[in-house]
Protein backbone atom coordinates (compact mmCIF):
# COMPACT_ATOMS: atom_id res chain seq x y z
CA UNK A 1 0.00 0.00 0.00
CA UNK A 2 1.49 3.46 -0.91
CA UNK A 3 0.32 6.85 -0.12
CA UNK A 4 1.06 10.32 -1.54
CA UNK A 5 0.20 13.23 0.46
CA UNK A 6 0.16 16.96 -0.82
CA UNK A 7 0.25 20.18 1.08
CA UNK A 8 0.95 23.32 0.93
CA UNK A 9 -1.95 25.32 -1.29
CA UNK A 10 -3.65 28.11 -0.72
CA UNK A 11 -4.64 31.51 -1.71
CA UNK A 12 -1.96 34.43 -2.25
CA UNK A 13 -1.63 37.60 -4.37
CA UNK A 14 -0.54 37.77 -7.82
CA UNK A 15 3.12 37.93 -7.05
CA UNK A 16 3.42 35.65 -4.13
CA UNK A 17 5.03 32.51 -3.19
CA UNK A 18 3.73 29.36 -2.14
CA UNK A 19 5.92 25.64 -1.46
CA UNK A 20 4.00 22.56 -2.38
CA UNK A 21 5.39 19.35 -0.68
CA UNK A 22 4.51 16.02 -1.88
CA UNK A 23 5.66 12.54 0.31
CA UNK A 24 5.24 8.93 0.03
CA UNK A 25 5.02 6.21 1.56
CA UNK A 26 4.55 2.62 2.18
CA UNK A 27 6.42 -0.07 0.87
CA UNK A 28 8.10 1.79 -1.61
CA UNK A 29 11.76 0.44 -3.01
CA UNK A 30 12.76 3.37 -5.32
CA UNK A 31 11.43 6.50 -6.74
CA UNK A 32 11.99 7.20 -10.32
CA UNK A 33 10.18 10.05 -11.45
CA UNK A 34 8.91 12.85 -9.29
CA UNK A 35 6.24 15.16 -11.27
CA UNK A 36 3.99 17.89 -10.38
CA UNK A 37 1.01 18.36 -12.72
CA UNK A 38 -2.02 21.12 -12.55
CA UNK A 39 -5.54 21.00 -13.84
CA UNK A 40 -7.07 24.52 -14.52
CA UNK A 41 -10.93 24.56 -14.71
CA UNK A 42 -12.03 23.42 -18.13
CA UNK A 43 -8.52 22.54 -19.43
CA UNK A 44 -6.66 19.78 -19.58
CA UNK A 45 -3.64 18.47 -17.04
CA UNK A 46 -0.38 19.77 -18.03
CA UNK A 47 2.88 18.53 -16.77
CA UNK A 48 4.41 21.64 -14.39
CA UNK A 49 8.02 20.14 -13.85
CA UNK A 50 9.24 17.27 -13.24
CA UNK A 51 13.00 15.56 -11.39
CA UNK A 52 14.53 12.58 -12.18
CA UNK A 53 15.85 10.62 -9.16
CA UNK A 54 19.40 11.97 -10.01
CA UNK A 55 18.24 15.38 -9.67
CA UNK A 56 18.01 16.18 -13.46
CA UNK A 57 14.81 18.32 -13.59
CA UNK A 58 12.52 19.55 -16.56
CA UNK A 59 9.86 22.14 -16.47
CA UNK A 60 6.91 23.75 -18.60
CA UNK A 61 7.83 26.43 -20.58
CA UNK A 62 4.99 29.23 -18.62
CA UNK A 63 6.90 28.49 -15.19
CA UNK A 64 10.61 28.34 -16.13
CA UNK A 65 12.60 31.01 -14.57
CA UNK A 66 9.44 31.43 -11.23
CA UNK A 67 8.92 27.49 -10.09
CA UNK A 68 11.76 25.21 -8.75
CA UNK A 69 11.02 21.34 -8.38
CA UNK A 70 13.69 19.64 -5.53
CA UNK A 71 13.56 16.58 -3.86
CA UNK A 72 14.52 14.34 -0.93
CA UNK A 73 14.89 10.99 -1.74
CA UNK A 74 15.70 10.16 2.07
CA UNK A 75 12.02 11.17 2.48
CA UNK A 76 10.71 10.47 -0.61
CA UNK A 77 9.78 14.04 -0.84
CA UNK A 78 9.28 15.98 -3.92
CA UNK A 79 9.08 20.02 -3.52
CA UNK A 80 8.06 23.13 -5.72
CA UNK A 81 8.98 26.34 -4.89
CA UNK A 82 6.73 28.64 -6.34
CA UNK A 83 7.79 32.25 -6.98
CA UNK A 84 5.85 35.43 -8.71
CA UNK A 85 2.91 33.46 -8.79
CA UNK A 86 -0.02 35.06 -11.73
CA UNK A 87 -3.39 34.53 -11.48
CA UNK A 88 -3.15 32.25 -14.47
CA UNK A 89 -1.03 29.99 -12.28
CA UNK A 90 -4.35 29.05 -10.53
CA UNK A 91 -5.51 25.26 -10.54
CA UNK A 92 -5.53 22.09 -8.55
CA UNK A 93 -1.89 20.98 -8.59
CA UNK A 94 -1.23 16.94 -8.41
CA UNK A 95 1.85 15.03 -7.29
CA UNK A 96 3.04 12.55 -9.48
CA UNK A 97 5.22 9.42 -8.87
CA UNK A 98 7.49 6.59 -11.00
CA UNK A 99 8.09 4.15 -8.19
CA UNK A 100 8.76 0.60 -7.37
CA UNK A 101 6.93 -1.09 -4.47
CA UNK A 102 7.39 -4.74 -2.72
CA UNK A 103 5.96 -7.46 -3.99
CA UNK A 104 5.31 -5.52 -7.70
CA UNK A 105 7.01 -5.95 -10.68
CA UNK A 106 8.64 -3.12 -12.37
CA UNK A 107 7.66 0.77 -11.91
CA UNK A 108 3.93 2.00 -11.16
CA UNK A 109 2.12 5.52 -11.17
CA UNK A 110 0.94 7.12 -7.84
CA UNK A 111 -0.93 10.48 -7.92
CA UNK A 112 -1.68 12.35 -4.88
CA UNK A 113 -5.15 13.76 -4.61
CA UNK A 114 -4.30 17.61 -5.46
CA UNK A 115 -3.78 20.76 -3.70
CA UNK A 116 -5.84 23.69 -4.45
CA UNK A 117 -3.64 26.55 -5.48
CA UNK A 118 -5.55 30.07 -6.42
CA UNK A 119 -3.73 33.65 -6.88
CA UNK A 120 -6.34 36.10 -6.61
CA UNK A 121 -5.84 39.68 -5.47
Known amino acids: QVQVVESGGGLVQPGGSLRLSCTASGSILTINAMRWYRQAPGKERELVAG???????NYADSVKGRFTISRDNAKNTVYLQMNSLKPEDTAVYYC???????????????WGQGTQVTISS
Open 51 to 57: ITFGGIT
Open 96 to 110: YNLLQVVGAPGFLDY
